[in-house]
């Protein structure tokens, strides 16, 4: 099995994740970890940095920023790269020496504001846990894998496009005004 | 459709940069000119965010559940589970109809192999190695390969839990280059040193009836078994031993030395602390071990100790 990255980027647009995840796993991981384990890293912190990876990847691409010039792998391996110096020098550097390597290689503390940290995550989490399934599963349907209305309408079982739509601004307008009443998030929205 | 249904449709287009102009500089303009619909703007910029933050939990949660990571490892570890099994069962073969005839061996060998899931050109390269092997091979001796360091973690579960997965589905989780490297260097086989003879005499006894053989280059990546322990830690290696079975264990130094010996009974010692015959802490290394069953079925690898 191997798709070329227009075929990968194509399979997320259609929400294939599966036969995404299966494939970079099995293309990009190998060489994820032999680059942890040969920098003091054991297979659990691997397949930690390699998961925080592919997230970064896919908010890259959902959020229509990745250069689809570049090449997914080599990509997903820098961002790996990135991921392991900065877990390395914060958690790990008081333990070991860093390697020669570590220590020429550029650090890039972008790569961590990608993450979703895990307060942002409870938040967000609590946030949608408000919201109700219906309207979380909806919306994640129209803005994360970008369904048609059709598609959702068969999916849902909404029985017109329209009311699908309807829906998927009321469930918008919810939101708004969840995060408004929300404290933490009222002052980012400021 | 309601104006602000209108503005909504227009603000998702333009945050997701489908909007072709003019609309796109009539949004932007708007913007500059009313606040409220840059607040509108705003909101909705921000819980697009939300929203796909909270897509990517769900891709969070789904990569755990999937446990993608694992499925590629297992696929890697049936190969070189399999490829020892085939190793085994040449060796098996060898060792009972050896150097009497090696043409019913061989046949022998290919109707053993059938058994396992592995493909049919596999089980030439192993009988014609295993041939050249037989060739050179005057005598009973122990074979102990070099050194050499799997790019990939050794294999450190049971055998059982990777041969339950089907043949087909492991070529579907190894890496498409692996596969040609492996094709490439099977043209190949007689680059590197094959075997190293270990001359230490005392092993030559133990090893009598034993051939331990790890010819094959191409499978130089997988057909080991790998353990890895650090015994500062306190931990142990676990012998791939189950209870009832007898068998004993030997691991080798660099020079080919035994540098540790147990015999197992009914399972017994089950595990290895790290320290020598002469009671010496040994030091980080991979160093190679044969685990010789007393029903003749042979296990062989490295044991890599850290400190």
Known sequence: MGYSD??????????????????????????VKQYIHSNSGDIEEAKDIFQDAILIFYRHVKTKRFDDTHPIAGFIYSVSRNLWINYYTRVKAKKTELTHEQEELEHDDNVLSELITQEREQQVLQVFAELGTRCKDLLINTVFHKLSMKEICDKMGFTTENSAKTQHYKCKQRLIDLVGNNKTFKNLLQ | MTPEA????????????????????????????????????????????????????????????????????????????????????????YYFLGSKDQTTSIVHLSTKVHQEPIPVQEVHTTSKSQNEVAHKLTSTLAIVKPIQRSPIQAP????????????????????????????QTITL??????????????????????????????????DELEYLFNPSQGQVWLFPISE?????????????????????????????????????????GSYPFIITFDTGKIMQGFVTIQR
């Open chain 2, 156 to 183: 450190q579960e049971t055998k059982t839990e990777a041969l339950e997965k089907a043949p087909n589905e492991l070529e579907k989780a190894m890496p498409s280059e692996q596969k040609t490297t492996q094709n």
């Open chain 2, 244 to 284: 009832g079975q007898n068998a004993q264990v030997i691991v080798l130094g660099k020079t080919g030395e035994v540098i540790y010996k147990t015999q197992i009974t009914n399972g017994l010692p089950n595990s290895w602390n790290g320290l020598s015959n002469t009671g010496s802490e040994l030091g980080m």
């Open chain 2, 6 to 93: 209108n503005d909504i449709t227009l603000i998702e287009q333009y945050l997701n940069q489908e909007l072709p102009e003019p609309g796109k500089t009539m949004v932007e303009q708007r913007i500059q000119q009313d606040p409220e619909f840059a607040q509108m703007v705003q909101q909705h910029r921000f819980i697009e965010e939300l929203i796909i933050d909270r897509g990517l939990l769900e891709l969070k949660q789904k990569i755990k559940a999937g446990k993608y990571g694992d499925q590629s490892n297992n696929g890697l570890k049936l190969y070189s589970i399999s490829a020892i099994l085939i190793i085994i069962s040449a060796l098996g073969t």
């Open chain 2, 189 to 222: 086989p007689k680059e590197e040193p094959k075997v190293v003879v270990s001359r230490n005499k005392e092993n030559i006894k133990e090893e009598q009836a034993t051939v331990v053989s790890t010819e094959k280059p191409q499978e130089s990546d997988t």
């Open chain 1, 6 to 31: 227009k075929e990968v980027l194509e399979k997320i647009g259609k929400g294939q994740d599966d036969e995404v995840l299966k494939y970079l796993y099995a293309r990009v991981f190998p060489t």
